[in-house]
């Protein structure tokens, strides 16, 4: 068999896990036409079609799933010698990829990254603040954090703390509207909540708990566009006291009767658990959920 180029394979994975070559390109740093030829390089090197390519991407042959294993093998290998033999300097540098749901990712984490980026100015962060999930097993994320712990895969998760919701909404709206002395009086109001069928997670289905049957009548599925919704006056909404409390403009609605608590999980792919650059930002997103566990749970803005 001819031998291959071993950097080809950084060249398959990119491709394997996202199925384009524009998106493979644009993760490595390279142009679209690199990433092909490296590809075919090394079908021709294994003597083997490694992808079907279609318009709509790139799909794994039987031949490139039975690669994909090996590689991400070897990946792993090569980023545990990274970490353990390179020394700190070299294990602190490189890139690490953080999914974080909207909320968290831009309210809460996006503000504290840069002590973290003083501390390690070789990392490169990269914070993914999005309303869905992201796939630890195709590297869209080397850190994640969701609502719930992992069903199944090769996944370290552990709980990050718990944070709880309310209603809020703006003085004026409420001074112009009937009074909301109980949880019935809301389907009298506007409510902004999310887009049902783009409800990426069932813990975001809060309105039932809160009264059966509510339902929003502005629709966003993202939780901080509902909640500028919210300070323009567009109606009441179910909001994370800890982005609430940093928005003056908002007041509690029936903060007594409803109270909804949710949970934050961080998942680690278990291949990285130990690499010393992933382990540092796991170590600081912890420090900052711990430190935060009253903002998180609605209790600085109650003494308020």
Same mark, same amino acid.
């Given at each position: 068999?001819?031998r291959?180029?071993w950097d !080809?394979?950084?060249f398959? +994975?990119?491709?394997a =896990?996202s199925?384009? +070559?524009?998106?493979?390109?644009? =993760?490595?740093?390279?142009?679209h036409?690199?990433v092909?030829r =490296?590809?075919?390089?090394l079908e021709?090197?294994?003597k083997?079609?490694?992808f079907?390519r279609?318009?709509?991407g790139?799909t794994?042959?039987?031949?490139?799933?039975? @690669?994909l294993?090996?590689?991400?093998?070897?990946e792993?290998?090569?980023?545990?010698?990274q970490?353990?033999i390179?020394?700190?300097d070299?294990a602190?540098a490189?890139t690490?990829? #953080? *999914?974080?749901?909207?909320g968290? *990712?831009t309210?809460?984490?996006a503000?504290?990254?840069?002590? %973290?980026?003083?501390?390690?100015p070789?990392?490169e +962060?990269?914070l993914?603040?999005?309303?869905? @999930?992201l796939s @630890?097993?195709k590297?869209?994320a080397d850190v994640a #954090?969701t +609502?719930?712990?992992p069903?199944?895969?090769?996944v370290?998760?552990?709980?990050l703390c718990?944070?709880r &919701?309310g209603?809020?909404?703006t003085?004026e709206y409420l001074d112009?509207?009937?009074?909301?002395?109980k949880?019935d009086?809301?389907f009298?109001h506007?409510?902004v *909540?999310? #887009? !049902?069928?783009?409800?990426?997670?069932?813990? %975001?289905?809060? &309105?039932d708990?809160v009264?059966?049957?509510?339902?929003?009548q502005v629709?966003s599925?993202?939780v901080l566009?509902q909640?500028?919704a919210?300070?323009?006056?567009?109606?009441?909404?179910?909001?994370?006291?800890f982005?609430?409390?940093?928005?003056g403009? &908002?007041?509690?609605?029936l903060?007594?009767?409803?109270?909804?608590t949710r949970?934050?999980?961080? &998942?680690v792919?278990?291949d990285l658990k130990?690499?010393a650059?992933v382990?540092?930002i796991?170590d600081?997103i912890?420090?900052?959920?711990?430190?935060?566990r009253s903002l998180?749970? *609605?209790?600085?803005? #109650?003494?308020?």
């Open positions: 068999m001819e291959f180029d !080809d394979l950084r398959f +994975l990119a491709v =896990r199925g384009r +070559l524009t998106a493979a390109a644009r =993760r490595l740093g390279a142009d036409a690199t092909s =490296r590809v075919t390089s021709e090197s294994l083997a079609k490694l079907e279609r318009p709509q790139y794994l042959t039987a031949h490139g799933e039975r @690669l294993a090996k590689a991400e093998s070897m792993t290998e090569a980023l545990a010698i970490s353990d390179g020394g700190a070299m602190l490189g690490v990829r #953080i *999914g974080a749901p909207d968290f *990712g309210c809460f984490l503000p504290r990254l840069a002590g %973290l980026a003083k501390a390690y070789g990392l +962060l990269q993914i603040a999005m309303p869905r @999930l @630890l097993s590297r869209e #954090i +609502l719930a712990p069903k199944e895969g090769k370290v998760a552990r709980k718990d944070y &919701l209603l809020y909404a003085r112009s509207m009937p009074v909301v002395a949880p009086d809301l009298e506007r409510i *909540g999310y #887009i !049902d069928d783009l409800i990426f997670t069932p813990e %975001l289905d809060y &309105l708990e009264a059966k049957g509510l339902r929003a629709q599925s993202n566009a909640m500028n919210v300070v323009a006056g567009a109606g009441i909404g179910v909001i994370h006291h982005m609430a409390a940093t928005e403009r &908002l007041v509690p609605v903060p007594h009767t409803v109270s909804i949970s934050f999980w961080l &998942l792919h278990a130990d690499v650059r382990r540092a796991v600081f912890v420090r900052e959920a711990k430190a935060a998180m749970m *609605g209790e600085l803005r #109650i003494e308020t």
